[in-house]
């Protein structure tokens, strides 16, 4: 089993340029996350999925958007990039709800300049 | 007061040292909680979760004070290895935030 994998592993992109990372498992799990991680902040909920087809806030979803096409992957958007977004982003998935371990990719380190 | 806090430290201690650390949680009603670790530019990984009475896992031993709202990890005989970011973890408080995650406190165990 690969678990979670996520690509890309880092990107550079301008201000306003559009951007898809792509999160898959393969660990048939019911609830995939994603994440940011920024020096001193913390990891914190973009959005979250918690089933095939459906999708949810987190705590800062504001910037992106997420999809749920297949069970397996979980996409996150970003439509317009701007420098506030540079992040490490982490995706991860549980088998179902809260009180289950999350799995999680290696993470995408990415910059906007 | 935040949904969780933690020291962040860091905690520098000599291998075979014991150290602890706390976590505080706001959610009166979080009925889930774990301990993450996660090693510089990786992604976190979980250590162990903390059960109502208390539970121990080979060096490391998690407890959880519910009256005072706060869960607690010791290592003890500290190894090089374990020297890494510690995340402490609730069930969050609102419906858009499953999960919450502290800060974290670095580690650092020096030989």
């Known amino acids: 089993n690969a678990g979670v994998t996520q690509t890309p592993k880092f990107r550079v992109l301008k201000t306003g340029q559009s951007m898809t990372l792509l999160c898959a498992q393969d660990m048939n799990h019911e609830y995939m996350y994603w994440y940011r991680q920024d020096p001193g902040m913390g990891l914190r909920l973009i959005h979250y999925s918690v089933g095939e087809g459906t999708t949810a806030k987190g705590e800062v979803p504001d910037g992106y958007n997420v999809s749920r096409l297949k069970k397996q992957n979980f996409l996150l958007g970003l439509e317009s990039a701007a420098p506030s977004q540079t992040s490490v982003y982490f995706c991860a998935s549980s088998l179902s709800g809260t009180g289950y371990e999350q799995y999680f990719g290696p993470g995408t380190r990415l910059t906007v300049t | 007061r935040k949904e969780v806090e933690q020291d962040p430290g860091p905690f520098n201690v000599p291998e075979g040292a014991t150290v602890a650390f706390n976590c505080t949680y706001s959610n009166s009603a979080s009925q889930s909680f774990f301990w993450y670790r996660q090693d510089c530019r990786k992604e976190p990984k979980l250590l162990m979760s903390v059960y109502s009475s208390g539970n121990e896992d080979g060096r490391f031993t998690a407890q959880l004070n519910r009256a005072s709202q706060y869960i607690s990890l010791l290592i003890r005989d500290s190894k090089l290895s374990d020297s890494a970011t510690y995340l402490c973890?609730?069930?969050?408080?609102?419906?858009?935030?499953?999960?919450?995650f502290g800060k974290g406190t670095r580690l650092s165990v020096i030989a």
């Open positions: 973890v609730v069930i969050g408080s609102s419906g858009n935030t499953p999960l919450v």
